[in-house]
T-cell receptor, first 112, second 114 residues
Framework: AQSVAQPEDQVNVAEGNPLTVKCTYSVSGNPYLFWYVQYPNRGLQFLLKYITGDNLVKGSYGFEAEFNKSQTSFHLKKPSALVSDSALYFCAAYNQGGKLIFGQGTELSVKP | GAVVSQHPSWVICKSGTSVKIECRSLDFQATTMFWYRQFPKQSLMLMATSNEGSKATYEQGVEKDKFLINHASLTLSTLTVTSAHPEDSSFYIC??????????FGEGSWLTVV
């Protein structure tokens, strides 16, 4: 079955430290991969996507993600975390039916 | 960037009444929109795919007579929760497919049925 997995329910990081939010996928064919961020009581904001090209994708607010085909991963990273980055992060991919399937979400907490 | 507007942000309705939520793509045309439901601290659950000019495609387990979806134009899809009950209370989010197959989301609508 096609799926997206985020193995960590929560990630805690100190402000100024690098952060990584993990995502692995299992989809057929060439994957279309996305990261979204959700703040409390808000919709999802698009951060970045991978369709083709460079494996390292840069997105909004200083975030980037690395596509690794051999490990079927698309981890989200940021060199220096901010308290304002604290939010719920979702990894997503298109499945064969053209629908966006989501990971379970990872709550990122950045402490001052 | 592509903007999707959702209205209302918050709505309270009495049990047994119907409520409509609108989803608009403001700066692009969207032949396909999606409606999701989200419970607190959980992922999004796809309810249905809304196709402009044709019937919506519902996911398994979603009652199409209860959650009426209309996509009358390339920029507007509506979700009507009919005969709402307290268990329908939830956060509903719409999205639209934009350029390069990127999905853009609305801000969501909190529905409380009392």
């Amino acid at each position: 079955a096609q799926s997206v997995a985020q193995p960590e329910d929560q990630v805690n990081v100190a402000e100024g430290n690098p952060l990584t939010v993990k995502c692995t996928y299992s989809v057929s064919g060439n994957p279309y991969l996305f990261w979204y961020v959700q703040y409390p009581n808000r919709g999802l904001q698009f951060l970045l996507k991978y369709i083709t090209g460079d494996n390292l994708v840069k997105g909004s607010y200083g975030f980037e993600a690395e596509f690794n085909k051999s490990q079927t991963s698309f981890h989200l990273k940021k060199p220096s975390a901010l308290v304002s980055d604290s939010a719920l992060y979702f990894c997503a991919a298109y499945n064969q039916g053209g629908k966006l399937i989501f990971g379970q979400g990872t709550e990122l907490s950045v402490k001052p | 960037g592509a903007v999707v507007s959702q209205h209302p942000s918050w709505v309270i309705c009495k049990s047994g009444t119907s409520v409509k939520i609108e989803c608009r793509s403001l700066d692009f045309q969207a032949t396909t929109m999606f409606w999701y439901r989200q419970f607190p601290k959980q992922s999004l659950m796809l309810m249905a795919t809304s196709n402009e000019g044709s019937k919506a495609t519902y996911e398994q387990g979603v009652e199409k007579d209860k959650f009426l979806i209309n996509h009358a134009s390339l920029t507007l899809s509506t979700l009507t929760v009919t005969s709402a009950h307290p268990e329908d209370s939830s956060f509903y989010i719409c999205s639209a497919r934009g350029l390069e197959n990127t999905i853009y989301f609305g801000e969501g609508s909190w529905l409380t049925v009392v």
